[in-house]
């Protein structure tokens, strides 16, 4: 039986994508980049858009400010994942957590904003000078808390980053259709399983 439910944020619980490339490219003209350019939202390559993020950290930071500061009006849990959550986080069986590659800042005002009537255990983010998923070190955050074995925690996320993080740790992986994957995330054969609406999420 899982007892433990760990979620990535953006593309798991939360469509997030257009309201951060709107403030990366405001981001870009205050520091005389080119922005990055898109015909549809729904046609961004989520991969080519991070890639092109880089690392830069005034950006970087300038981005986070903006994000920060910006009503994000196009940010919105994707459909039935509240009522999922509000379901798990009744049962006494379970426990809830995140685990984002999402600066930790923005993440905890994000969650807050969707989630405030959900308890999570933990909220795992980014913060400078640490690793980010793959690396193990974020979710063993979690573990390092906490007694269950492997076979009692799930890792639910959309792309394959969130595929090799759940392999690096050991723990099974659920990956959801509607986020960032792609056919080669959903062929992979480690996921336990690969689900197309929220409400499988209660069938584990």
Not at 54 to 69: F, P, V
């Amino acid at each position: 039986m899982k007892k433990l439910y760990i979620f990535d944020f953006d593309g798991t619980l939360v469509n997030t994508l257009e309201d951060s490339v709107i403030a990366y490219n405001k981001a870009l003209q205050k520091h005389g980049k080119k922005e990055y350019k898109y015909e549809k939202i729904e046609n961004i390559n989520f991969k080519d858009f991070i890639k092109n993020m880089g690392s830069n950290e005034e950006i970087l930071d300038t981005y986070e400010k903006i994000y920060q500061k910006s009503k994000n009006k196009h940010t919105k849990a994707y459909p039935g994942i509240k009522e999922v959550l509000e379901k798990l986080d009744n049962t006494p069986e379970y426990e809830l957590a995140i685990c984002s590659n999402r600066i930790q800042n923005l993440l905890n005002i994000q969650t807050e904003k969707l989630f405030s009537n959900i308890n999570f255990k933990y909220i795992i983010g980014h913060n400078k000078g640490e690793e980010y998923k793959p690396h193990p070190a974020m979710i063993n955050k979690i573990l390092d808390n906490e007694n269950y074995s492997p076979e009692e925690i799930i890792y639910v996320g959309d792309r394959m980053t969130d595929i090799i993080t759940a392999q690096n740790v050991g723990i099974d992986c659920v990956i959801v259709t509607w986020g960032q994957g792609d056919n080669t995330t959903y062929q992979h054969n480690y996921p336990l399983k690969i689900i197309n609406n929220a409400e499988e999420l209660l069938n584990l």
